[in-house]
């Protein structure tokens, strides 16, 4: 029998070798402040879960020093201290984790530029990792049933073996013979995919797998099984309107997102039954909440939601859960403190807590013992009282949309400043007004730092963020209206603007100078795309993918809509750059070939445009490595400061 809530707040009002554990080295010792060393270190820990009776928190972290591979670190909740420590290998960090019972985890590794297939258990009480899947599959654990000894559903998404299937999987088995798909002795059950590009599973609330989103037959579906495992019948519910966000304690009820004739998206529970519509549970009236929500659930009932307005924030449903919220955010203010994982008794909960100018720390909130305390903070070296404060601001585009955007001014100077625009990637992202070590960076250099969440950018509602989701051009538009707002509002010095951005941002950078040829000083260009019909093109295996439909239907056929690909391409109108440019680029990039930034580089030259190269090895579509990293922000530095510290 499930306890009543209240009773719970009453305090509150393919190796097949098993691996030995590495013990963590005494880290060196680091001085405090700002530099960028300091701003660009790994966190010393991140993506921290309690354990479901609350003995363990495990977070990752870098082990035997700041650079060093990172693998996994094992708190002692009661003794607040680490209990143990394991890396893979000197080749290879462990980036990804989760429990799957009380005493063990599962994790992935990846090495430089890349994920490695495969998944692993790691043992707390022996210290050792052994295989669940060989390296011939990418795996993900949907449901680890982590309350229990039960076996877990893992997603088979691709394997060399045998085609993608759900699995159910022996947690707790050990196996020496092969952790091949095919023939692994961990699987105890398999239900194979239907036909189409499965992008997610449903799993209940009683550990059942229900159904699946998927495209097919070049339409999104939802589609939920019967009760032989094997066939599959259409939800009535389109997927272009609605996503699925878990099920309802009863397990015959979902909640749903969506417009649903508003402007933000709303919760709503959906009867699969009878096929009803609740009215809505809850929207934000200016974000759609649902894009960074994190549902807080106990005993399978929904708790409360976490998701980011400019900043994070929890709406609580349990109005005891409110009380325990107000009593945090009186001890620690002035910071967003999250709670976000917790025992299964609801006695201990992990917090996450964080500023504009404070680096998340972790704390352990113990209601049995009426405590708080600090287990580890991400980035003890900094010193978050010389740090730029992040100003939230809003400014209306020539076509009404009301967008928003962020500022963090120069630690010294006065204004109006030099600035840049950091423009965010995706374009289907955004940014935050929390912690962010480039901003941060720039303003400790100097520089006033503008970050735009323009048309397109997630979490604003139908008008900002769905309908005009491919339109490059208007997005473009944005940033510079965006810019010329903070020249006339005295913060920007009308002479000395750069444009910034990796991936997309690189290339928002490189629109801005060929189609705002007036408006910067200069721009640096990430990882950017330049041709969008080559990027088109070179995707094959997008092809029969649902953003690739997207794409076509926006832009055209590349085979056919030259035009419409080289207008919103930058690599065509190299000719009206008149500034200095410095492209970076990751050799080993997967997601946007260097091939891009090598193309710009010889129009670029073909056109006298003056520009600087940064190709950095080893690298992929991000410069991971401290000492990389490092090296690529003395560049941007010096190109700045070159180009940016007089006026014309």
């Given amino acids: 029998m499930k306890r009543s809530l209240f009773t719970f707040f009453c305090f509150a009002m393919s190796l097949g070798l098993m691996l030995p554990a590495l013990s963590a080295k005494k880290q060196r010792k680091i001085e405090k402040g700002n530099s960028m060393e300091n701003l660009f270190r790994p966190p010393l820990i991140r993506s921290m879960s309690m354990s479901p009776d609350g003995k363990y928190a495990a977070g990752i972290g870098p082990i035997g020093g700041v650079d060093q591979e990172k693998g996994l670190i094992i708190y002692d909740l009661d003794a607040i201290k680490i209990e143990r420590s394991f890396k893979w290998s000197e080749s290879f960090e462990i980036y990804q984790h989760g429990w799957l019972d009380n005493d063990s985890l599962w994790f992935k590794v990846a090495t430089v530029g890349r994920y490695i297939n495969g998944l692993y258990r790691y043992d707390i009480d022996k210290?050792?990792?052994?295989?669940?899947?060989?390296?011939?599959?990418?795996?993900?654990?949907?449901?680890?049933?982590?309350?229990?000894?039960?076996?877990?559903?893992a997603w088979v998404q691709a394997s060399g073996s045998m085609k993608p299937t759900l699995v159910k999987l022996n947690k707790n088995g050990y196996t020496t013979a092969s952790t091949r798909v095919a023939d692994n002795p961990l699987i105890l059950e398999r239900i194979p995919e239907p036909t189409g590009d499965i992008y997610r599973w449903?799993?209940?609330?009683?550990?059942q797998a229900r159904g699946l989103l998927r495209y097919h037959e070049d339409k999104l579906q939802f589609s939920f099984l019967g009760n032989s495992n094997n066939s599959w019948s259409s939800l009535d519910l389109d997927p272009e309107d609605w996503s699925i966000e878990l099920f309802h304690h009863e397990n015959n009820k979902i909640y749903i997102s969506g417009y649903n004739g508003e402007e933000t998206k709303g919760l709503y529970l959906y009867d699969l039954e009878t096929k009803q519509i609740s009215e809505p549970i809850f929207r934000d009236p200016y974000y759609d909440f649902s894009e960074t929500a994190r549902y807080l659930t106990f005993n399978d009932q929904l708790l409360g939601i976490t998701y980011t307005k400019a900043t994070p924030t929890?709406?609580?449903?349990?109005?005891?859960?409110?009380?325990?919220?107000?009593?945090?955010?009186?001890?620690?203010?002035n910071r967003a403190n999250i709670i976000y994982d917790w025992d299964t008794k609801l006695q201990r909960l992990l917090v996450y807590s964080f500023?504009?100018?404070?680096?998340?720390?972790?704390?352990?909130?113990?209601?049995?013992?009426?405590?708080?305390?600090?287990?580890?903070?991400?980035?003890?070296?900094?010193?978050?009282?010389?740090?730029?404060?992040?100003?939230?601001?809003?400014?209306?585009?020539?076509?009404?949309?009301?967008?928003?955007?962020?500022?963090?001014?120069?630690t010294?100077?006065?204004?109006?400043?030099?600035?840049?625009?950091?423009?965010?990637?995706?374009?289907?992202?955004?940014?935050?007004?929390?912690?962010d070590e480039e901003a941060q960076f720039l303003a400790t250099q100097g520089y006033a730092v503008l970050k735009i969440n323009y048309r397109g950018s997630t979490g604003y509602g139908k008008s900002i963020s769905h309908d005009p989701e491919y339109d490059f051009a208007a997005m473009n538009r944005d940033i510079a209206e965006a810019v010329r707002t903070a020249i006339n509002g005295g913060i920007a010095d009308p002479d000395r603007v750069a444009i910034m951005g990796a991936s997309f941002g690189?290339?928002?950078?490189?629109?801005?100078?060929a189609f705002e040829p007036d408006l910067y000083r200069c721009a640096i260009t990430n990882m950017g795309v330049f041709d969008w019909e080559e990027m088109t093109k070179s995707r094959k295996r997008q092809?029969?993918?649902?953003?690739?439909?997207?794409?076509?239907?926006?832009?055209?056929?590349?085979?056919?809509?030259?035009?419409?690909?080289e207008a919103i391409s930058p690599i065509h109108h190299v000719d009206k750059i008149k500034i200095p440019i410095f492209v970076i680029h990751g050799k080993e990039d997967r997601n946007v070939?260097?091939?891009?930034?090598?193309?710009?580089?010889?129009?670029?030259?073909?056109?006298?445009?003056?520009?600087?190269?940064?190709?950095?090895?080893?690298?992929?579509?991000?410069?991971?490595?401290?000492?990389?990293?490092?090296?690529?922000?003395?560049?941007?530095?010096?190109?700045?400061?070159?180009?940016?510290?007089?006026p014309r």
């Fill in 127 to 153: 210290g050792t990792a052994s295989p669940l899947f060989g390296n011939d599959a990418v795996v993900s654990i949907l449901d680890p049933n982590e309350e229990t000894s039960d076996p877990a559903w």
């Fill in 202 to 207: 449903y799993i209940d609330h009683a550990h």
């Fill in 314 to 333: 929890t709406v609580w449903l349990a109005e005891e859960m409110l009380g325990i919220q107000n009593m945090l955010d009186s001890a620690i203010p």
């Fill in 355 to 410: 500023s504009d100018t404070v680096p998340p720390e972790y704390l352990l909130l113990d209601l049995k013992e009426k405590a708080i305390r600090d287990i580890s903070k991400s980035a003890p070296w900094l010193s978050p009282d010389r740090l730029s404060r992040t100003e939230i601001f809003h400014f209306k585009t020539s076509d009404g949309l009301r967008l928003e955007g962020y500022l963090n001014r120069p």
């Fill in 412 to 435: 010294s100077g006065k204004a109006p400043y030099p600035t840049v625009a950091l423009i965010h990637g995706g374009p289907w992202a955004r940014d935050f007004a929390t912690f």
């Fill in 506 to 513: 690189g290339y928002a950078a490189i629109s801005g100078a």
């Fill in 543 to 565: 092809r029969s993918r649902y953003s690739h439909k997207r794409l076509i239907e926006a832009f055209g056929d590349p085979n056919e809509s030259t035009a419409a690909f």
């Fill in 593 to 646: 070939s260097i091939r891009q930034s090598k193309k710009l580089k010889s129009e670029l030259k073909k056109e006298g445009v003056v520009f600087e190269t940064h190709f950095v090895g080893d690298e992929g579509h991000n410069i991971f490595e401290h000492k990389k990293r490092m090296k690529t922000y003395e560049q941007i530095l010096a190109f700045l400061d070159k180009y940016m510290r007089e």
